[in-house]
Nanobody
């Protein structure tokens, strides 16, 4: 069955960096675009970044552009999210997700993702 396992979260200070990883299994990894979402306490889950199945095409939430970088290694079935210059408002549980459709398209709506990891906590605190 499809599984996604995130890792790399932690407690950091403003301005610090983290790299999140998400390993997928149970599907042909290079057939699907992947996404990262986050959810802060009391808030709805929101799109952070996505990456196409091949070619390195990416999309980002406006507030993370220039600070976060999404990448993937299809040989390792892994998608990454590099978080730089972290801010207090980046505190959230971060989830990776696999698109429902095997497509070259990228998606920003959570409804277009069929499988989700368990999440990894990122806490930014001074």
């Amino acid at each position: 069955q499809v599984q996604l396992v995130e890792s790399g979260g932690g407690l950091v200070r403003p301005g610090d960096s983290l790299r999140l990883s998400c390993v997928g299994s149970g599907f042909t990894y290079n057939s699907y675009s992947m996404g990262w979402f986050r959810q802060a306490p009391g808030k709805e889950r929101e799109f952070v970044a996505s990456i196409a199945r091949v070619g390195g095409y990416t999309n980002y939430k406006d507030s993370v552009k220039g600070r976060f970088t999404v990448s993937r290694d299809n040989w390792k079935n892994t998608v990454y999210l590099q978080l730089n210059d972290l801010k207090l408002e980046d505190t959230a549980t971060y989830y990776c997700a696999r698109a429902t459709l095997a497509s070259s398209r990228q998606f920003q709506d959570a409804k277009d993702y069929a499988y989700w990891g368990q999440g990894t906590q990122v806490t930014v605190s001074s």
